[in-house]
């Protein structure tokens, strides 16, 4: 996009000429950047809200590049070959998504080394890729069946229509699986209003448009039949299509509260995520993805009216509403052909697109394309004659020569810095992921980056002191003072980046809590006023309240850990690692017994509770009843397959009472869900030789697992 905007202002500099389509729609979407902008300084993180880490979806960059993309898609059409030249570059770019699907199907059969190069999808994901083939089966219905498409186009039109709505009918996505039944339809009608001459009433070649009644027909049918025929073609295609967001009264009540807040401009641009934690719904902390970070709501334009308020909501409602009036008029103003097909594809993408926008939220190429396509209508309407067009003369006089030349160059200029600064943050972004946090930090500052320093300082911790035999030698005790200062200082900085994150203020009672637990002074107060900032950030959270309680216990308040305990199991009542530390909260005041006959007591009344037969497994595994440990953590997993904690203990189980086989089945199954998991992988290894399971076993991984202070697998 940089690369764009720096051409273009180059290119008017060379002409003198600025031209630009006359029409009101250009007014909403120049203003929409500029609000966001505004809402942006309003959010209290402004460096977040304006730039993030690289201008990702969501940042007020973001949606100033989305707007530049409209004005460039508008200006760039001056002729019918122009808007052909986008057809066929998104049909092409449709056959290559389409390729890429049936790769995947095949890759079986394709050599190994090349199997394991190719990516699940290429658009961000299952949804997003349903969106697009979506959007070209919108394009495709309106063009094929005109003479000035080639014949090997229909064919490739032809080949990636039926993959595409296959894809769709395995994705499940209803929404998608409907909108392009009433295009279809909607196309059809449409095809059919142009087969009679409006001047001589003569009788015109109708084109039935049989791609039409294909995609309407299997609309019909992907609906009628529900999840069955989705689920038998999802297995096909090996798509697994989960994706997760907050669902649409979830969204709707996040916006509501967003505007009692700031109702004009919002929370701010890429601020979602922050909002959410200070007001996620109790409710969701009992699903599956309780502790996911949502940086938006269902809806893409819902999320705009979160984030950039009424202004920012009003600006889209009026792009919308200029681009309905002029797509009205225009799909019926030309006679000719061409660029018929051209203006009513073009709408009729955009207008898919728009529509969908309501109800999801795309990726950054999803919506782009959606300003892209309105973009291309708009200067399709110009080259057809159905808008009138507007030139600016930047060398007419002297006066306004330099006043114009001056302000493009500074434009150019600024173009060609934030080229740099992209560059030089998506650097940085690739060293993150590639490990090499420092690298990172050293080009670019985020508070995730500053966490992983964090994160990397207290491992430096744990390898220091596993790695002395008793006493710590001066030399160590040097190292240890510089790796809790870079500790402590990383997370400090991600909160000065941005104070109101609930992960920065987490992160730092994390570590206080880790220096607590090996002695420091000091260390336990610091963690408890941590963990009380980020209970502010995300009050209904429950995994502060357990932060707390394990401070508690390393204070030898256990009451207090309990009262905790309980507050964490109010809020999430599945809550495996609140029952993991209170199982160790039992041990630890030689409660265990008593603590049994609660727990089986209670099983009795809730005999459904999954993670009541986990608390009473574990605290029989603590009191050295294996068999009774076994059976309660069976009956666990019986009620819910997938916990992966209840197996690892089982497998521990078995292992202990010499049913070395029904562990290592335990533990594969683990593997299955878990594959990086290197704890698992070395218990595994070492069943399968005959040896105990935690040998050759390197912190933090220790064979007590029952005494840690997070459970060993990461349930959700």
Not at 8 to 19: A, P, R, V
Not at 540 to 545: G, I, L, R, S, W
Request: glycine share 6%; with cysteine.
């Amino acid at each position: 996009s940089v690369i764009f905007i720096a051409a273009f202002f180059f290119s008017t500099i060379s002409s003198g000429k600025l031209s630009f389509p006359k029409s009101k729609i250009l007014i909403p979407v120049a203003i929409f950047p500029i609000l966001a902008l505004v809402s942006s300084y309003f959010s209290g993180v402004p460096i977040k809200s304006i730039v993030g880490e690289v201008f990702e979806f969501g940042t007020s960059g973001s949606f100033f590049i989305l707007s530049l993309l409209f004005f460039f898609a508008s200006f760039s059409v001056k002729e019918a070959s122009s808007g052909v030249k986008a057809v066929y570059a998104f049909t092409f770019s449709s056959a290559l998504v389409a390729l890429h699907l049936l790769l995947r199907v095949f890759s079986p059969f394709l050599p190994a080394f090349l199997a394991s190069k190719i990516p699940n999808f290429v658009l961000g994901g299952p949804m997003d890729t349903a969106v697009f083939l979506g959007s070209f089966i919108v394009l495709a219905i309106s063009v094929m069946n005109y003479s000035w498409i080639g014949k090997k186009t229909k064919y490739l039109m032809y080949a990636a229509l039926i993959v595409s709505l296959i894809y769709i009918g395995a994705a499940g996505f209803t929404l998608v699986t409907v909108l392009i039944g009433i295009f279809a339809l909607v196309h059809f009608v449409y095809a059919l209003s142009w087969s009679v001459d409006p001047l001589t009433n003569n009788s015109r070649k109708f084109s039935s448009s049989v791609p039409s009644l294909l995609v309407l027909v299997a609309s019909v049918v992907f609906i009628l039949s529900g999840a069955s025929l989705s689920s038998y073609l999802s297995q096909a295609l090996k798509i697994n299509v989960i994706e997760i967001r907050p669902n649409i009264s979830s969204t709707l009540d996040i916006m509501a509260r967003a505007m009692k807040t700031n109702a004009p401009l919002g929370i701010g641009p890429n601020m979602y995520k922050e909002f959410w934690d200070m007001n996620r719904p109790i409710e969701v902390n009992n699903t599956d993805f309780w502790n996911t970070e949502f940086g938006f709501g269902s809806g893409f334009i819902p999320t705009v009216a979160t984030t950039n308020g009424v202004f920012g909501l009003i600006t889209i409602l009026f792009m919308l509403g200029f681009l309905l009036k002029i797509g009205y008029g225009a799909i019926f103003s030309s006679s000719e052909e061409k660029y018929r097909t051209l203006l009513s594809s073009t709408f009729f993408v955009s207008l898919f697109l728009w529509i969908v926008s309501f109800a999801y939220t795309g990726s950054f190429s999803i919506i782009a394309t959606t300003f892209i396509f309105s973009g291309l209508f708009v200067g399709i309407c110009v080259a057809s004659g159905y808008l009138s067009v507007s030139e600016i003369n930047i060398f007419k006089n002297p006066k306004s020569n330099f006043i114009s030349v001056f302000v493009t160059v500074v434009l150019l200029i600024f173009s060609i810095a934030g080229g740099y600064f992209v560059i030089e943050r998506s650097v940085a972004a690739s060293l993150f992921n590639s490990g090499s946090v420092e690298s990172a930090l050293r080009i670019s500052q985020t508070d995730r980056y500053w966490r992983a320093f964090s994160e990397m300082s207290l491992a430096n911790i744990s390898n220091i002191i596993s790695g002395s035999s008793g006493e710590i030698t001066d030399t160590q005790k040097a190292q240890l003072q510089g790796a809790i200062s870079n500790a402590v200082a990383g997370v400090q900085q991600a909160i000065a980046w941005n104070p109101k994150n609930f992960d920065n203020y987490f992160a730092l009672g994390r570590v206080y809590e880790i220096l607590a637990s090996n002695g420091l002074e000091g260390a336990a107060e610091n963690a408890v006023s941590a963990y009380n900032q980020a209970a502010t950030r995300s009050p209904n959270n429950p995994a502060v309240p357990l932060a707390l309680a394990r401070i508690d216990a390393i204070g030898g308040k256990f009451d207090a850990a309990r009262e905790n305990i309980n507050k964490a199991l109010t809020l999430k009542n599945n809550y495996t690692d609140a029952y993991f530390t209170l199982a160790q909260v039992e041990a630890a005041t030689n409660n265990i017994n008593g603590a049994i006959q609660s727990v089986e007591a209670a099983t009795i009344l809730d005999s459904q509770n999954s993670s009541l037969f986990f608390q009473l497994g574990l605290l029989k595994y603590n009191n050295g009843d294996f068999k009774g440990a076994a059976l309660a953590f069976e009956r666990s997993i019986a009620l819910v397959p997938d916990y992966a904690n209840a197996r690892y203990f089982l497998g521990l189980s078995y292992e202990r009472t010499n049913r070395r086989n029904d562990a290592i089945v335990q533990f594969e199954e683990i593997q299955k869900t878990n594959p990086d998991n290197q704890e698992v992988g070395l218990i595994l290894e070492n069943l399968k030789a005959g040896k105990s399971p935690f040998v050759n076993a390197k912190p933090p991984v220790d064979s007590n697992p029952e005494k840690r202070i997070e459970p060993p697998i990461e349930d959700n």
